[in-house]
């Protein structure tokens, strides 16, 4: 009685669980640009200048500040990825306007130290000092002053210029600039310097500096990018995509649920239930680890579900061969689920396999597909191999799974030992 109890505790739990929780999990799992709707650029990314090489650092670098220019428009958390050694990819989900997104992604980011020009209002720089290329390749550190304050160490690539320059703005300001953007408060030049080095000290916050270092150093790399492909995703398309994969899903899933229960009477509804399970668990997975929901995800979660209904197949089928075969209704259960358990765990073993390949070469979409099916199929055998056989354990243990027919097997089945 005490392991009967156990089972219906555990199922009123988990029920009321999934009840509470699952709407708000709902609102809450981001959806990608296939679903939403907005806008996707691949860039090729080239050198600004003839020399010039692209390496990862300048690379990843220039997808920060897509990224962080992608912020600006006010749109859902762009994702930026890079591909290959020159190419960077840009999804922005929720976009009404594509020419804004274009005009905000064309150029790159353009760092510039500038001073005031005869004739600038005050507080005004307009005339271009140095540029981002005029910089070493990350040559911009953080480190602190005599005082302990915190300042930026940056050195230049043309000794004389630089020295020419703080000669001139002896006792001025040297305002930096990304873009048309005032980056911090204008530092003094306090000194002439020769050397081809300075530093920047001011009132920064270690996560100012660190910011402000990053610019300089993505100012001494910049790179061209060149549109090779984008695509436009309406809103309306998105969600109208989303409702039609929901609404297919809830009506195959029902009729997945009552070919079990029919086929396999109360082991199925075990099934069932367990199914159900794994469905919350991976929704709570997709919000706690931020995944973002896409039509391939989509696809790895349907794939993941139609393993998870052959997994409790073979264990049921497995079950009933026993049963048929004259065993017992508990040593059918145990020889069922042991068997079942090796042939299920190869199959998912060799799957994940395949999909780890997939994401470590794979890109984009690819990676996306890999790495939900890999989840889904993790969940799937802690809910369809271990909860469903504990559950259908308990039931056989309490008495309460003690006839061939509650497994769907016809008296007239079974053989004789």
Do not use: C
Not at 17 to 24: D, F, I, K, L, Q
Not at 52 to 66: D, H, N, V, Y
């Amino acid at each position: 009685m005490k392991r009967f109890l156990s089972f219906i505790l555990t199922v009123l739990v988990l029920t009321a669980v999934m009840a509470v929780s699952t709407p708000g999990l709902l609102d809450k799992v981001r959806l990608g640009l296939d679903l939403k709707g907005g806008f996707e650029i691949l860039y090729q990314a080239s050198p600004m200048e003839k020399g010039q090489e692209i390496t990862r650092a300048s690379l990843i670098r220039t997808a920060e500040s897509l990224e962080k220019r992608a912020n600006v428009l006010g749109t859902s958390e762009p994702e930026v990825t890079t591909e290959g050694t020159d190419r960077i990819r840009l999804k922005i989900a929720g976009v009404t306007d594509e020419a804004e997104v274009r005009k905000k992604m064309k150029e790159p980011a353009q760092l510039t130290f500038r001073s005031a020009a005869p004739g600038d209002p005050e507080g005004t720089f307009s005339k271009v000092e140095l540029v981002g290329s005029d910089f070493v390749e990350n040559a911009a550190t953080i480190g602190r002053d005599n005082l302990n304050n915190i300042e930026i160490s940056i050195k230049v690539k043309d000794k004389d210029k630089f020295a020419e320059v703080t000669k001139r703005l002896l006792g001025q300001r040297l305002a930096i600039y990304l873009d048309d953007t005032l980056l911090s408060d204008p530092p003094v030049v306090r000194a002439v310097l020769t050397d081809g080095k300075a530093s920047i000290s001011g009132n920064y916050s270690l996560k100012e500096a660190r910011e402000l270092a990053d610019t300089i150093n993505l100012g001494a790399l910049p790179l061209k990018l060149t549109e090779k492909y984008s695509q436009s995703v309406g809103a309306t398309l998105g969600k109208q995509s989303l409702d039609e994969t929901i609404r297919a899903g809830l009506v195959g899933s029902v009729i997945i649920l009552l070919f079990m229960i029919i086929m396999y009477r109360i082991p199925g509804l075990v099934a069932g239930f367990a199914l159900i399970v794994h469905t919350w668990l991976l929704i709570l997975v997709f919000v706690l680890a931020d995944f973002t929901l896409t039509l391939p995800g989509i696809a790895a979660f349907i794939l993941g579900i139609g393993m998870a209904v052959d997994a409790n197949i073979i264990t049921n089928e497995r079950i009933r061969e026993e049963m048929r075969n004259g065993k017992s209704i508990m040593s059918s259960v145990k020889a069922g689920n042991k068997t079942s358990f090796r042939t299920v765990m190869d199959s998912n073993i060799t799957t994940i396999i395949v999909a780890a390949v997939m994401f470590a070469f794979g890109t984009g979409a690819v990676k996306g597909f890999a790495l939900i099916l890999i989840v889904e199929i993790l969940l799937s055998i802690l809910t369809n191999l271990y909860f469903a056989h504990w559950m259908l354990g308990v039931l056989v243990k309490s008495g309460k799974l003690a006839k061939p027919k509650q497994f769907g097997v016809k008296e007239s089945e079974i053989s004789a030992l």
